[in-house]
C-alpha cells in the first residue's frame, strides 16, 4: 500500500512539472507569447469596406511587451495567426532594449472589416531546442505581399533609404535621418535636395495598369506647389504634392496634364497620411482615408527616375517630415487606406490591443525561477545521472528513517525490559524453572501488557537465551559450575554479536551512498560540459547565452551527489552512535547477568554439592 502511494506521488510530481493546461503552443521553442487582438470594430479602428492581405505595424514597449524575454535584436519574435499554428511573416523595423521601443511589421492575411483579429506574438527563443524537420521557424524574406512594389521605412542613417518589400529599389541620395518620427526611423528633407531614386524595371508603371501609392508627412513651412512624389518619363508624368498645404495630384499625358486637389491645407507640424489610387480608369487622392479628389483618368506608362521631396529640376521642394512610403501595383481597396492611415498612425493602439504575457506552462519549475530554469537546461545524459543518484538518495533515506524506527523502538522496548528486570534481579533463582512461560514473563513479574513489546528487544533475546541455558543445566542437576557459567556467558556474548550485526545491516548502503554520490554526480558534470563543449566546436562560434546554461546545468549533477552524500554521511553517523550504545547496553546488561547468577547460583562441584 506503501508502495502505491509513492508511486501515485511521483506520478503526481511529473505531471506537475508538465503543462498545467490544455491550450495550444505553436512551438516550444519558444517560452513566451502573448496575444493581440486586432480591432476593426467601432471600439477600434473602425473600418467598414473591404480590407483584404494588408500589413500593420505593431508598437512595443513597456507597456505590452516584456523586453527581457527577448533577443536584443528582437531576431526571435515570431507571430502566429489566430490558429496558434500558421506562422505570420514579419519585418523588424526597429528593436531597441534599452529604451524598450520596438516597430515590427506584420502581414496579415485576409483581414475582415468590422472583427476582431487574434494573433500571438512569441519571444524567448532557447536555441538548445532546434526545429523539427520540416517545421517552419525562419521568418520570410519579406513581410508584404507580392502587389507591393516598394517600402521604403527610412530608418538608415546616413545612407540612401533602402527598399523592404524584397525589389531591391534602392534609392541614390540619402536624406535627413530623424530618430522619432511617425514609426520609428523618418527623413527630414530642406526643400533643396530631394531624394532620387533611379529607374527600375521593378518599379515600372504600364499604361492604365493599378497603382497606389502611400506615405506619412509633416509640413514644417506652407510652400506653394512643391512635390512630395515625382516620376516623369517623356510627355508622360505623376506628381503628387502640397501647394501652400492644399494635396494635390497631378497626372500628365501626351494630351495634357489635369490636376486634382483637396480644400483644406494641412496643419504645419501635424502627421498626416496621404495616399494616391488608380484603378485604371479613375485616380483618387485621400487624406487619412478619406478621399479629396478624383480625376476620371488612368496614369500613363512611367518607367523613369523618381523623385522624393521635389522634381528634381532645382526648384524649391517639400520642407519637412515624411515616413512609410509604400508603393502597390495594385488599386488598394479604401478600407486598406483608411486601415493603413489610422491603423499606422495615431489610432495604432486601438486598433492592435495586446494581452497579458504567458509564459510556456504553468509550471512548478516555472515557480523556482533561476534554479527551474536550469533544471529545465539538463541534458538528458545528466538526466541518467541525476536518476541514478535519486535512486541512491531514495535508498538512503528508506534506510535511515527504517533504521531510526526501529532503534528507537528497541530503546523503548529495552527501557521498558530493564524496568522490569530490576524486580527480577533481586532473586535470580525464580528463573530456576522449566516453564518457558515463567522465564518469557521474567518469572511472573512482567507487567502481561508489555510482554510482547518487550519479546521484540535484542536485550530480552539475549536475556532469553541466557535464561535457557541456566534452565538446561540446572534441570539436567549439572548445577552450574565455572566452566556452565563461563560457557553460558560465551553463549550470550555471541547472541550480543548476532544482534549487533542485525543491528547495523543495510549500514553499509549507507557508506556507498557517502562514498559514490560525489563521484557519480561529479561524472555527469563532466560529461555535460564536454558535450558542451563539444557542440560549441561543431557551431565553430561562442555564444555565451548558449553555453552557460549548459555548464550551469551540469553543475546541477555535482549538486545532486552532494545532496545524496551530506545527509547518508549524517545520518550514517547518528545511527552508527544509536548502534553503539545499544551493543554497549547489551554488554552492560550481560555483565550485570552474569553477576547476579554467579551470586544465586554458587559453583558445585562435580557430585552436585555446593561449595564457595
Known sequence: ???TSLFRLIALMILATG??????????AWSN???????????????????????????????????SHSKEDGGDLRFVDSDDKTMLASQVEKFDTVMNEGFVWVKIPDLKPGTVREIYLYSGRSEKKKPKAGEKVDLPKTAY???TVMVYHFNEHGTPPGDSSGNGIRAETPGIPIDGSMIGGGIKLDGKKPISIPANPNSAVLEASPFTWMTFVKPTSMV???????????????????????PFMEISSASGTQRGAGTTPLAAGIWKHLALNSDGKRTTLYVDGVAVANLPVALPALNGPTFIGGDGDGKPGFVGEIDELE???????PGFIKLAALGQGQQNAKLLVAGKDEPASVSILDSLGLFGYLIKSVTVDAWVVIGLLGIMSTVSWVVMVAKYRYI????????????????????????????PEKIASLGGLADPVHIQFIHTTPIYRVYHLGCQEISQRVGLGKGLSHRSIEAIGSSMEAQITRESTRLSSMMVLLTICIAGGPYVGLLGTIIGVMITFGEIAMLGEVDINAIAPGIAAALLATICGLIVAIPALFGYNYLSTQVKEVATDLHLFMEEFMTKMA???????????SHH
Open 224 to 246: 506653394p506647389n512643391v512635390a512630395l512624389y515625382s516620376r516623369k518619363d517623356g510627355a508622360n508624368g505623376l506628381r503628387i504634392g502640397l501647394d501652400s498645404g492644399i
Open 1 to 3: 500500500m506503501k508502495i
Open 33 to 67: 507569447r502573448e496575444k493581440i487582438s486586432i480591432d476593426t470594430t467601432d471600439n477600434g479602428v473602425a473600418v467598414s469596406d473591404q480590407i483584404g492581405t494588408t500589413t500593420v505595424v505593431v508598437r512595443l514597449h513597456d507597456g505590452n511587451f516584456d523586453f
Open 145 to 147: 505581399d507580392s502587389d
Open 19 to 28: 503543462s498545467l493546461h490544455a491550450r495550444t503552443w505553436w512551438n516550444e
Open 599 to 609: 551470586e544465586y547460583y554458587p559453583e558445585t562441584s562435580g557430585n552436585g554439592s
Open 327 to 333: 508603393i502597390s501595383k495594385s488599386a488598394r481597396s
Open 408 to 435: 528507537t523502538s528497541l530503546s523503548r522496548g529495552s527501557k521498558e525490559f530493564m524496568n522490569q528486570w530490576h524486580h527480577l534481579a533481586g532473586d535470580l533463582t525464580a528463573l530456576d524453572t522449566d516453564d
